[in-house]
């Protein structure tokens, strides 16, 4: 798909923003988000807005499943600081059956787990039945979609977006989807008649309904009979417990015929989707290419002509790929945020969100350096520290403040802490996650939003130099370099060096999962036992006066090669030499660009075998 280009949705292709300003509408705006929530707003919204999202509790709530909730997060801010009140739903599809064994589960502290470690012989047995009653692998929740619902709310709250995680299962139980669900089967020939249009082998007896078996517990698609309660009793549907097709398996029906009431089952899916849109008031929801040419454009006609109800303002966003493949539970290919967040810092993350929705994009463990890079220039832009292009700056001052208020809120959560009285309800800053507590409560944001200038003398580590630290085997290694090369001053206040030396634990990490060049230990303490010959010592000292001189990494990593030569010392050997002084190892980093990072002073003395 070219960059401009929206899937056709029911043949009303979404106009891009380069279309709507050739139009001549007024929708320039250097934000995506900022252009969603004017659409949403043209239709007249009640308040809270609505925004939700919604996934399938199939295998693992990975890093792009999260784009759904992110996308959420910045429209709904956009429309926040226009002073709307706006509530974030997500709902998780768990009364959907299950119809494939995943190969790769994660537990609740979002480690991967392997299908074949876990509890399978359990999740066999319950081939069709819901999530919500499938026991959960890893016994330590309700069920099975309980464990992933646990998941998905908490890949929300470590990145600080407020979301209530809505369960299908519960809205079916609570009786909420109990009068959308008679109306479907109320009009029943309408609905078979829009879903015609969309769907293959919809004739006469097609019921959208699926009732659970009382005996068995599989969710059946033979509905025999519906007896509308018309006012009087309850509707009662009759049903025979007949074998389903799921993908290239049947799983048995038991048989049994019995009768269900409405929250004894769901609606199927396309009829499903537009009655939570009617249950939950959606005004705004984004989803995936698959939606679009999917079950977009039935729902939206099931929305109109089913249910009477308007559609909320799609929005649809191109899948990314982790580190060049596509994201897959089965091959393993997925990463979850709690993971994620080992590696970067939670406004890192949420900037990766802040980019062009429509557009296919890399997430690249391997180079996370280069977004965090991003991240900062984005950052140092926003506070008039860097120049830059037009539309790049416009873009930073619009797409910071959402993306770095959680980490203002917890820098600062004390002194939002003392200003608690000017909150609502006398003042709800929670210390440990005070943005999830105050985003919808317009003097919290206030108070935030104040605190963004204070914020405005953190500082920042470069991510390769973090990595770097993270190389000295201990702290105050790590501060006397920091602060020798200027990067933290020492008169800095606390929570600022906070902000700079929590980078290094995260660099570290990435260094030690990528295990790439900043995977070493740098043996800063004592000097490794070393014995070179007279010609490998005279090469090493002619580099350390040349280190001493003050040259950039590449001219380093030359000379090195120039030394060698003239001291008749092999190449490789004398780069070994180097890795033994500095790591006591045969091997590391490219020489060169590394030492030009490090403490010059120590380099220096460590190459004369001095300390
Ligand atoms: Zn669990
Ligand atoms: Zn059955």
């Given amino acids: 798909m070219s960059d401009d280009a929206e899937p056709s949705l029911d043949g009303e292709p979404i106009p891009t923003d380069e279309a709507r300003r050739e139009d001549g509408e007024e929708t320039h705006n250097a934000f995506w988000a900022d252009a969603v929530a004017d659409r949403v707003l043209e239709r007249d919204p009640s308040e809270p ?14 890093l792009g499943n999260v784009n759904e909730i992110m996308r959420g997060y910045f429209v709904a801010e956009a429309l926040r600081d226009r002073g709307y009140d706006v509530r974030q739903v997500f709902t998780t599809d768990d009364r959907d059956p299950l119809r494939k064994l995943p190969r790769t589960l994660a537990d609740l502290d979002g480690n991967l787990v392997d299908f074949g470690d876990v509890d399978a012989a359990a999740l066999g047995k319950n081939m069709g039945h819901s999530y919500t009653d499938v026991p ?111 993908g290239n398996r049947t799983i048995d029906g ?7 009431g409405v929250r004894e089952g769901k609606l199927p899916w396309r009829f499903e989707w537009p ?74 993350l949420r900037y990766f969100f802040t980019k062009e ?103 920042r580590l470069p991510y390769t130099y973090a990595a770097v630290l993270g190389m000295y085997e201990s702290e105050s290694a790590r501060i006397a370099d920091a602060e020798k090369q200027d990067h933290v001053p020492a008169e800095a206040a606390e ?23 900043y995977d070493y230990t740098v043996q800063r303490a004592s000097m490794p036992e070393a014995d070179f010959d007279r010609a490998t010592a005279a090469a090493l000292a002619e580099l350390a006066t040349f280190v001493e001189a003050g040259h950039d990494g590449e001219e380093i990593q030359g000379e090195i090669f120039e030394i060698a030569r003239r001291h008749d010392v092999d190449v490789g050997d004398f780069f070994s030499a180097g890795y033994r002084l500095l790591f006591d190892e045969d091997q590391g980093p490219q020489l060169g660009p590394f030492i030009a990072k490090l403490d010059r002073d120590f380099v220096v003395r460590r190459l004369r075998q001095e300390a």
Wanted: with cysteine; net charge negative.
């Fill in 136 to 246: 959960d692998p890893f016994g330590c929740c309700e069920s099975y979609g309980a464990h992933f619902s646990t998941l998905i709310a908490e890949s929300a709250e470590l990145l600080d977006v407020p979301l209530e995680v809505v369960s299908t299962t519960e809205l079916y139980e609570s009786g909420r989807m109990d009068d959308v669900v008679e109306h479907v089967l109320a009009n029943q020939d309408r609905a078979r008649t829009v879903l015609a249009e969309y769907q293959d082998k919809i004739d006469e007896d097609y019921v959208p309904f699926n009732p659970i078996c009382a005996n068995c517990g599989k969710i059946t698609e033979t509905v025999t009979s519906v007896d509308l309660a018309d006012g009087e009793g309850e509707t009662t549907i009759e049903y025979r417990c007949t074998d389903m097709e799921a």
């Fill in 275 to 348: 009655a939570q849109w009617q249950v939950l008031g959606v005004d705004f929801e984004p989803f995936g290419k698959d939606h679009a040419e999917g079950s977009w454009p039935s729902g939206k006609d099931i929305a109109e002509n089913v249910l009477d109800i308007d559609p909320p303002e799609p929005m649809v966003y191109e899948w990314f790929t982790l580190d060049d493949e596509p994201f897959s539970s089965s091959d393993g290919n997925v990463i979850l945020v709690h993971d994620v967040l080992r590696m970067v810092e939670p406004e890192v």
């Fill in 357 to 459: 929705p429509r557009r296919a994009r890399d997430f690249s463990v391997e180079r996370l350096d280069l977004l965090v890079d991003e991240f900062d220039r984005f950052e140092r832009l926003y506070f008039g520290e860097t120049a830059g292009e037009d539309d790049e700056t416009a873009f930073a001052d619009a797409a910071y403040p959402a993306t770095i208020r959680p980490t203002v809120a917890a820098t600062f959560a004390d002194r939002l802490a003392r200003n608690a009285e000017s909150l609502r309800d006398g003042g709800e800053a929670d210390q440990d996650a005070p943005w999830l507590s105050i985003a919808r409560d317009p003097a919290g944001r206030e108070a935030v939003e104040d605190l963004i200038e204070t914020f405005a003398g953190r500082i």
């Fill in 49 to 62: 807005i609505v925004v939700k999202g919604g996934i399938s509790p199939s295998g693992v709530p990975h």
């Fill in 495 to 517: 929570w600022a060096r906070e902000c700079a030396f929590g980078r290094v634990a995260l660099a570290s990490e990435w260094a030690t999962r990528t295990e790439n060049e």
């Fill in 254 to 260: 038991c048989g049994h015929e019995g009768v269900a």
